[in-house]
């Protein structure tokens, strides 16, 4: 199968969304001669053009596509042409209101924004096909088109009636029979036994709590049928150009889709990424989408979006600082990337977000904005050696959507608990002690990893516990946080609250309580602090290790208890005794931090056979790099440190 090496062909790629429907014609040549001055080599063309290709049911405008396809290739610059059928046109919608989506309180969503469709309505999806088949029969022999881009962030939920009649099939194709889902959905409560397959329908608005386990396979089926549409228009492109990958773009931590599942569907697995520049930890929320998106790819990954300045939708919309755009777009290529692009190539002067910025800024090319664009693309030049190439991770980190699902939802013992937070908190650790992470899904071989971690998992299915137990058993190191292995994949609660199972792993006799943390909360414990989470644990006879809670209802019981190689931690510690936690299990299995003596402001990524050393503070730093190695990015030669100024960035051979 065609991949992401098929597109960057010994390069990495670099260049953004492109909306030349939105300039005339006369700007697209300067577009042009400002794109290679930036090094941009690739384009993505289309997201949003269903109108302008279709503006009336039936009707092809093609031309100005044809002129921008040949533009592109005149000059070099390969196209990934992208299906639009993410803003459907108004007349779909006026037409066909079938096709519009509504929320659990039956409001219908209508045109005037984008993402204004039903993933479950046939004419949506006859429509979405028929313009994907006439763009891949036009462009499918096109030289300039290098990569498929499917609609544009998966995002939609619809509760409507068409959606209801899919989600009972889905349903029947699940369990089977009626029976079958009552006793999944455990139905007996509150009287919610159904008769009839007619009477089940999506989780709309109801007087009090939802069904849990309604709700979860209703996230389960929103995920399916998105992936369906998704599926639907990357066949129709593959038939007519099998040699050309096939992507679409996740938005990292989005609840609407399992993207372990999608990932197995993608040719190449691609994201978009906006920390925020005032965030203190954005780095490290960068570096954490980075390795899961990795982790999803199995190699490499593309970036399909970043912003080259501020974005638009946060209350206050902060610029990037001066070095920021390199650093983060460098880090992103550390941790795996081979395509490095953005929304979108040019500031857009009306519509919803004109002050989203783009490559070119309105300032123009002498804007600061896009003078940093240049250097990134000099950068990128002279890095072609590390395309293709992998990390290796001796930590692991897991997670599962399903996971997250069903622990998020209402009548829980704490709604303080955010499952995308204690995974922060975790991988925070982990970056902070400069360890290299993978992301698994609780399923996945684990053999290869020296050390496990399980943030949560409060859902977790027998494969997957049986899955940990053998990985501890052949000899690998578990830690895992509170609140996992509560329930089964029918979100029911498992005897004794936490699997048998697993509890005999951890030494852990009888968890009698859950005690939740109220906000500004802390948990006493012998040498540090636990925040959000506590638990009333009574530990088996022979473990290796406890750390007690000390005070309060819970004193003298274990926050941490770990029998052999498997670690359990009832609470979630504040950040620095979670690093140290977290560093002490790393280092009794066997697994070093990338550099020693790393200032803390510095991040290392050993990537194929180069060093990557990333200075996130804003004070110049040393770092010490044993023996002699040469600056691709400088073209110099540093013998055991190098120096770093303000967001600076090495990136070192041996």
């Not at 999944?184 to 159904?194: C, L």
């Not at 698994?440 to 971690?453: G, N």
Request: negative net charge; charged residues 25%.
């Amino acid at each position: 199968m065609p991949g992401l090496n098929t597109a960057t062909r010994g390069r990495l790629l670099f260049g953004g969304d492109y909306n030349p429907e939105q300039w005339p014609e006369e700007t697209w040549h300067e577009d042009v001669r400002l794109m290679k001055d930036a090094g941009v080599n690739s384009v993505t063309l289309g997201v949003f053009s269903w109108s302008k290709l279709e503006p009336e049911p039936g009707a092809r405008e093609f031309g100005w596509l044809d002129t921008l396809m040949d533009l592109m290739h005149d000059h070099g610059i390969g196209v990934v042409l992208a299906t639009p059928t993410a803003s459907p046109p108004p007349w779909l919608g006026r037409l066909h209101p079938e096709t519009l989506p509504r929320d659990a309180d039956g409001r219908t969503e209508h045109w005037g924004g984008r993402q204004h469709f039903s993933h479950s309505s046939a004419v949506y999806r006859r429509h979405a096909a028929a313009i994907t088949e006439d763009l891949a029969a036009r462009y499918g022999g096109h030289p300039a088109l290098t990569m498929w881009h499917i609609n544009n962030e998966y995002c939609t939920f619809d509760h409507g009636d068409e959606a209801a009649a899919r989600f009972r099939t889905w349903l029947r194709r699940r369990y089977g029979s009626l029976d079958a889902l009552n006793t999944a959905w455990g139905t007996a409560f509150w009287s919610q036994g159904y008769d009839t397959w007619d009477g089940v329908i999506p989780p709309r608005r109801a007087h009090y709590l939802h069904n849990p386990t309604q709700v979860l396979d209703f996230r389960r089926f929103t995920s399916d049928m998105l992936l369906e549409c998704y599926t639907a228009e990357r066949d129709i492109v593959r038939r007519h150009t099998p040699h050309l990958p096939v992507t679409t773009n996740f938005m990292p931590l989005w609840t609407g889709q399992d993207a372990w599942r999608w990932a197995e569907e993608e040719d190449v697995v691609s994201v978009d990424l906006y920390p925020d520049p005032r965030d203190p930890l954005g780095a490290q929320h960068g570096a954490l989408v980075q390795d899961m998106t990795r982790s999803q790819a199995g190699g490499p990954w593309m970036l399909m979006e970043q912003a080259a300045g501020p974005v638009n939708w946060r209350g206050v919309n902060h610029p990037k600082p001066r070095g920021l755009n390199r650093l983060w777009s460098l880090q992103a290529v550390a941790r795996g990337a081979d395509a490095v692009c953005y929304f979108q190539w040019r500031q857009s002067r009306q519509g919803a977000e004109k002050f989203h910025s783009g490559m070119v800024s309105h300032a123009g090319e002498r804007g600061r904005t896009f003078q940093e664009v240049k250097r990134i693309g000099a950068d990128f030049r002279k890095l072609g050696e590390v395309t293709g190439t992998g990390i290796t991770a001796d930590v692991a980190i897991l997670h599962d959507w399903h996971a997250w699902w069903a622990g998020a939802q209402d009548g829980r013992p704490s709604t303080r608990v955010d499952h995308p937070a204690v995974l922060h908190a975790w991988h925070r650790a982990l970056w902070e002690a400069h360890l290299t992470t993978d992301f698994a899904h609780p399923e996945h071989d684990l053999s290869r990893y020296r050390l496990v971690v399980v943030p949560q998992l409060y859902l977790l299915t027998d494969a997957a516990i049986e899955n940990l137990l053998g990985y501890v058993r052949e000899g690998g190191t578990l830690v895992c946080g509170f609140l996992t292995g509560v329930a089964d994949e029918d979100d029911r609660v498992r005897p004794g609250g936490m699997d048998a199972r697993l509890r005999e792993l951890f030494g852990i006799r009888v968890l009698h309580e859950w005690w939740p943390l109220d906000e500004g909360e802390t948990a006493e414990c012998e040498g540090f602090c636990g925040t959000l989470w506590s638990e009333e644990i009574e530990a088996a006879d022979d473990v290796t290790e406890t750390v007690p809670y000390k005070g309060g209802e819970l004193d003298g019981l274990p926050a941490l208890l770990r029998r052999d190689r498997a670690w359990y931690l009832s609470t979630l510690p504040e950040p620095d005794a979670l690093r140290a936690l977290l560093s002490r299990a790393a280092a009794k299995a066997g697994v070093r931090p990338v550099l020693d003596g790393l200032p803390a402001t510095v991040e290392a990524v050993r990537r194929g056979g180069l060093l990557f050393v990333l200075n996130h503070g804003r004070e110049p730093v040393t770092v010490p790099v044993p023996g002699r190695h040469h600056d691709l990015l400088t073209g110099t030669t540093v013998t055991d440190e190098v120096r770093l100024d303000r967001y600076g960035v090495a990136v070192l051979r041996p």
